[in-house]
Each structure stands twice: as structure tokens, then as C-alpha cells.
């Protein structure tokens, strides 16, 4: 890598990394003012606070594709409006070649992105589901507006907080006979994951049957079923904060038992795809400097570069959907923005050089 290349990746980079910082604590600082509407005797301000400080990762993840591109036209319009892009082409350096020294950081990011929404995201994000949950004292409670729910056969699941360890709170099992009607209803406060089944603590049982209802108590009961903590825990998380390499046999799984599926594999294909998307963006970035919108001024560039951004988002959660209600293939739904970004980026790229 010359000297110049080092300069150049160095002022994207740094751009770059400037514009995630911004994007990332906007988000949080929304996040925060949300999280006000929670708060109670029991979820203080302070359980607010470490709630989305440990949300930060799925947030940094998130928003690398858009950081690349508002950050590589903020790096290039800098090199642009002092004329020293101008100077670098004259003296023979080709756009191919500028074109790979402006990706070159902006994979690196992407590498980092993703080994942060692989390895500190999934652990992060399940930690700050459990805080919240037991900070607001939902194991009492199967109705609000948290918790998990899951399905073992006949049996429907819901678990109000998941903790790493195998540990949950919150316990409801809802048991239905063939023609859907209820034949029996459990609630534990505590369950512990322990030799491939489940220890219930302070368990209240009820039987149903045509004519009557039969409520006993227990201190403690064996749960034993095909639901593991780690699938309890793949639930708790949002989606985009999951590993990449769990997502698909989770899809799997949850096809077996009749479930939706799709919105997984939807977001197995983002994430698998995101260096992808982070490339054609950058791409994209690139037509405003060198492709027939170079005359405008650095900021109209950044301006028009978060519209695109907003637009590509847009584009992501509308085929999402679309692949769930028409059966499209998930991979065409991720690949489908991506995709437009790489036409319309060389095409710019190419059309006055």
C-alpha cells in the first residue's frame, strides 16, 4: 500500500468511524428518552441506562453500512475540495485503484462490525433483556408486553426473562388437547436447566377437565422437554443481534415445529450479506465524487448520501415483509437493495470517466 492509499484510507476511515460514534449515540440518546415511559419504583433510571449501554453493540452493528457511506463521502469530499483526488488522478493513478483504496477501509469496519454482531452483540443484548425484565419484576407475570414465548408440541411456552447460565423466570405452560381446548396450566417462579431437563421452583398446577378445575402447589417439579436455554435465549434477543452461525439451525427448528421461520432466515441473509452491502454503498458514495454529481458542493453530498441511506433502509424493510407475505426466497429480500446499490453505484461510477 503507498503512501497515498495510506492517507486516503486513513481520512475514510477516520470519517467514518466520526459519523458511527454520531449515529450510534443519536440512536442511544432515543433509546434513552423511550425508556422513560418504563420507569417505575422498580426499573429506576439507572436500570434505563445499563439497558441500552449493553444494547450499544446491536446498535454499532447496525448502522456500519450507513456510517460507510455518510463516512466515505465526508472522507472523499474532504480530499475532493482540496483538490488533491484531482491532483493524484492527473499524476496516473487510475479510478479502479482509488476505488479498491476507499474499500479498503470500509471492509475493515465491516469485518469489525461484524465480528461485534457475531461474538459481543449476542451476549450484550441477552444480558440487557434479562436486566430489564427482572428490574421491572415481569417474572410475576406472563401479559406484559416482554418475555418469550416458545412451543414444545402441544405445549405453549412463555418465559418472562432469560438469564445466561440456564436460568429462568417467570415460568407459564399452557397444555392443549387435540381439538385445541386447555387441559392444563403451570406456573413456576424459577427454573433451572440442569442434566438435560428442567428444575421448576414454586410451581402452582392446574388440571382441567370438563366439569371441574384441580389446583395443587408444588416446591419444585421436573420439566423435561426438547427446549433448551439456548433456544429460550436465541427468543429473548432481537433477531439482528444473534449469531450468524445460530440462525439458520434456529430457522430449521422452528420449521419443524410449524413456526414462523422466514424473518429468521431474512436475517440470516442480511447479516451473511452486510459486507456486500457495505461495499455498494461505499460505491455509491464514490459516483457523488467522481461520477456526474461531483459538481455539487460537500454538503449537498452528505445530505443526498443520507437520503440514500434512509432509501436503502426503507428498500430492506420493505422486501423483508414482502418476502414473508408473497413466499419470496429470503435471499433475494436481503440481496435485492444490495444488489440496486452496486448497479446504480457503477453505473454512476462509469458514466462521465
Known amino acids: 500500500m503507498g503512501r497515498f492509499d495510506r492517507y486516503l484510507a486513513g481520512s475514510v476511515l477516520g470519517a467514518t468511524v466520526g459519523v458511527l460514534a454520531v449515529l450510534v449515540g443519536l440512536d442511544a440518546?432515543?433509546?434513552?428518552?423511550?425508556?422513560?415511559?418504563?420507569?417505575?419504583?422498580?426499573?429506576?433510571?439507572?436500570?434505563?441506562l445499563i439497558y441500552v449501554a449493553f444494547t450499544l453493540p446491536r446498535r454499532l452493528h447496525e448502522y456500519v453500512p450507513f456510517a460507510a457511506l455518510i463516512g466515505a463521502l465526508v472522507g472523499l469530499g474532504r480530499l475532493a475540495a482540496t483538490s488533491e483526488l484531482t491532483v493524484v488522478r492527473a499524476a496516473g493513478r487510475s479510478?479502479?485503484?482509488?476505488?479498491?483504496?476507499?474499500?479498503?477501509?470500509?471492509?475493515?469496519l465491516a469485518v469489525l462490525g461484524f465480528l461485534v454482531g457475531e461474538f459481543v452483540s449476542p451476549?450484550?443484548?441477552?444480558?440487557?433483556?434479562?436486566?430489564?425484565?427482572?428490574?421491572?419484576?415481569?417474572?410475576?407475570?406472563?401479559?406484559?408486553?416482554?418475555?418469550v414465548w416458545n412451543r414444545d408440541g402441544?405445549?405453549?411456552i412463555h418465559v418472562s426473562a432469560v438469564e445466561r447460565g440456564g436460568i429462568i423466570h417467570g415460568v407459564q405452560l399452557l397444555t392443549f388437547d387435540a381439538e385445541r381446548r386447555l387441559t392444563r396450566s403451570l406456573r413456576a417462579e424459577r427454573g433451572t436447566y440442569q442434566g438435560g431437563q428442567w428444575l421448576l421452583e414454586k410451581v402452582s398446577r392446574t388440571e382441567l377437565t370438563q366439569d371441574r378445575a384441580v389446583t395443587d402447589a408444588l416446591i419444585q417439579q421436573v420439566w423435561k422437554t426438547e427446549v433448551t436455554p439456548q433456544l429460550l435465549a436465541l427468543e429473548a434477543v432481537a433477531l439482528d443481534s444473534l449469531p450468524t452461525l445460530q440462525l439458520w439451525p434456529y430457522a430449521q427448528y422452528l420449521r419443524k415445529q410449524g413456526l414462523m421461520y422466514r424473518d429468521v432466515e431474512l436475517a440470516f441473509w442480511r447479516k451473511v450479506l452486510q459486507p456486500l452491502a457495505v461495499?455498494?454503498?461505499?460505491?455509491?458514495?464514490m459516483s457523488f465524487i467522481f461520477g456526474p454529481l461531483r459538481e455539487g458542493s460537500l454538503g449537498a453530498r452528505i445530505f443526498t448520501g443520507v437520503i440514500i441511506g434512509v432509501v436503502f433502509r426503507i428498500s430492506q424493510d420493505f422486501f423483508g415483509p414482502a418476502s414473508l407475505i408473497f413466499g419470496l426466497p429470503a435471499i433475494l429480500a436481503a440481496a435485492a437493495p444490495i444488489g440496486v446499490c452496486w448497479i446504480a453505484g457503477g453505473w454512476l461510477l462509469t458514466r462521465d470517466n
Open 29 to 48: 440518546l432515543s433509546s434513552v428518552i423511550d425508556e422513560l415511559d418504563d420507569l417505575s419504583p422498580d426499573y429506576s433510571f439507572t436500570d434505563a
Open 95 to 108: 479510478l479502479p485503484q482509488l476505488a479498491l483504496a476507499t474499500l479498503r477501509p470500509a471492509l475493515v
Open 123 to 147: 451476549v450484550a443484548e441477552q444480558y440487557a433483556v434479562s436486566h430489564k425484565a427482572l428490574a421491572q419484576g415481569s417474572q410475576s407475570s406472563f401479559t406484559g408486553r416482554g418475555g
Open 154 to 156: 402441544d405445549t405453549f
Open 279 to 285: 461495499a455498494g454503498l461505499v460505491l455509491v458514495a
